[in-house]
């Protein structure tokens, strides 16, 4: 319970109760320096929030872009695509690597499409938009959310990524359960 916690606004609650002593409550574009090699900086995402059947939009969410030792490693929760990300490569880019949903997209026929969840293509456009080196698909094949197949995110990631500038290799998709040092991803 002495870990630090970085968590958006109004999400302090579900730590502190918890006795966690270190929480930190940040807004979109908070940074807090972990040490001197490392920093986490709270940005924007294409999403909302829901804790309970009555506080929509009563917390915040975002992305968590981690500076380390000259790395930049941008985390995103969940999104869906926005001009935003091109803001962001600006004043942020290039990201080392961009870990990103690609699954939990197709809710027809209630929605043409989750407007907060990326698509596998949408994915490698916002990683684009953002200058990444490296794009990871994350948030597929654990739960059934949505309507898509279960292993069609990471197919059509990996087919789409010459779309959006990525060498395959580039495209990064790990098998359920892989477990690879960050290193080895992005290596010094």
């Given at each position: 319970?002495?870990?630090?916690?970085?968590?958006?606004?109004?999400?302090?609650?579900?730590?502190?109760?918890?006795?966690?002593?270190?929480?930190?409550?940040?807004?979109?574009?908070?940074?807090?320096?972990?040490?001197?090699?490392?920093?986490?900086?709270?940005?924007?995402?294409?999403?909302?929030?829901?804790?309970?059947?009555?506080?929509?939009?009563?917390?915040?969410?975002?992305?968590?872009?981690?500076?380390?030792?000259?790395?930049?490693?941008?985390?995103?929760?969940?999104?869906?695509?926005?001009?935003?990300?091109?803001?962001?490569?600006?004043?942020y880019g290039p990201i080392d690597?961009?870990?990103?949903?690609?699954?939990?997209?197709?809710?027809?026929?209630?929605?043409?499409?989750?407007?907060?969840?990326?698509?596998?293509?949408?994915?490698?456009?916002?990683?684009?938009?953002?200058?990444?080196?490296?794009?990871?698909?994350?948030?597929?094949?654990?739960?059934?959310?949505?309507?898509?197949?279960?292993?069609?995110?990471?197919?059509?990631?990996?087919?789409?990524?010459?779309?959006?500038?990525?060498?395959?290799?580039?495209?990064?998709?790990?098998?359920?359960?892989?477990?690879?040092?960050?290193?080895?991803?992005?290596?010094?």
């Amino acid at each position: 319970k002495d870990s630090k916690v970085l968590v958006p606004l109004n999400l302090g609650k579900y730590f502190t109760k918890n006795r966690f002593k270190d929480v930190n409550e940040m807004d979109w574009y908070d940074e807090i320096k972990i040490n001197t090699d490392l920093k986490v900086t709270l940005l924007p995402a294409v999403h909302w929030s829901k804790r309970s059947l009555t506080d929509m939009n009563k917390t915040l969410w975002g992305n968590f872009l981690i500076e380390y030792k000259g790395k930049k490693i941008l985390f995103a929760c969940d999104t869906g695509y926005g001009d935003i990300y091109k803001d962001l490569g600006e004043k942020y880019g290039p990201i080392d690597l961009t870990m990103i949903n690609i699954g939990a997209y197709d809710f027809k026929p209630m929605f043409d499409k989750s407007i907060y969840h990326t698509t596998p293509e949408e994915a490698l456009n916002v990683a684009k938009d953002l200058k990444s080196k490296k794009v990871m698909g994350t948030h597929w094949g654990t739960f059934v959310l949505s309507l898509e197949p279960i292993m069609e995110p990471p197919k059509r990631f990996k087919a789409s990524a010459a779309n959006y500038d990525f060498k395959e290799e580039d495209a990064i998709i790990f098998k359920i359960g892989e477990i690879t040092p960050l290193n080895d991803v992005i290596p010094d």
